[in-house]
Every structure is written in structure tokens, then in C-alpha cells.
């Protein structure tokens, strides 16, 4: 079982940055793919971004690549998502979600554990 936890969240202005945490539970941890996901009012769970157990391969979205960088610290059982020149449509609530399988998948049905999630909210 894992548990994980979300933090980082909040209000931010168009072209600001935020970082995102997950703290997970458990001595596996590093055996996991991790991903970050993000759901809006109406609309599906969508992946932004996904690092496998090593941290060597990453999967980002096409709407967030090159302003969104996910990583990982193994030794600290923490990942996190650095999210940069933010834009209005960023705003979700953000889910990490933890993979039993080791690659860095976005399909949602791939990921076994959830943490319950950090509004994110980008103001224009």
C-alpha cells in the first residue's frame, strides 16, 4: 500500500510559477512509476506528466511541455512538478498518482494509488 500526499498548491497569476509535492509512503516507492495528472470542472483526468522508477525517462503533455518539468528524490520518497509561466488554463486539481509498473505511462488506468489532489489556480 502507498499512501500519497499532494502540497504546493494555490492561487497564482498568468506567467507565474508553482511547484507541486507528493510525499509517498511505503519502502517501494522507488520501484514506482510516478505520475501528476489533472482534472478540470467537466472535464477528464488528463496525465501532464510521468517519470519512471529511475527518474530517466519522462512523459510530458504537449500542452505543458517546455513549461512543466516533473522529477523525482528516491531517498526522500518525494516527487515533484515545477510548473512555469503558468497560464489560466493550467487550473486544475492536480492528482500524483503511483504505478506498480515501472515505465512512465499517462493512461490513468495504468496507476494504482492516488493522493487526493491540490487545487491549482491561475488568475489572468
Known amino acids: 500500500q502507498v499512501q500519497l500526499v499532494e502540497s504546493g498548491g494555490g492561487l497564482v497569476q498568468a506567467g507565474g510559477s508553482l511547484r507541486l509535492s507528493c510525499a509517498a509512503s511505503?519502502?517501494?516507492?522507488?520501484?514506482?512509476?510516478m505520475g501528476w495528472f489533472r482534472q478540470a470542472p467537466g472535464k477528464e483526468r488528463e496525465c501532464v506528466a510521468a517519470i519512471n522508477w529511475s527518474g530517466g525517462t519522462t512523459y510530458y503533455a504537449d500542452s505543458v511541455q517546455g513549461r512543466f518539468t516533473i522529477s523525482r528524490d528516491n531517498a526522500k520518497n518525494t516527487i515533484y512538478l515545477q510548473m512555469n509561466s503558468l497560464k489560466p488554463e493550467d487550473t486544475a486539481v492536480y492528482y500524483c498518482?503511483?504505478?506498480?509498473?515501472?515505465?512512465?505511462?499517462?493512461?490513468?488506468?495504468?496507476?494504482?494509488?492516488w493522493g487526493q489532489g491540490t487545487q491549482v489556480t491561475v488568475s489572468s
Open positions: 498518482a503511483a504505478s506498480r509498473a515501472a515505465w512512465a505511462s499517462r493512461r490513468v488506468r495504468d496507476y494504482d494509488y
Open positions: 511505503g519502502r517501494t516507492f522507488s520501484t514506482y512509476a
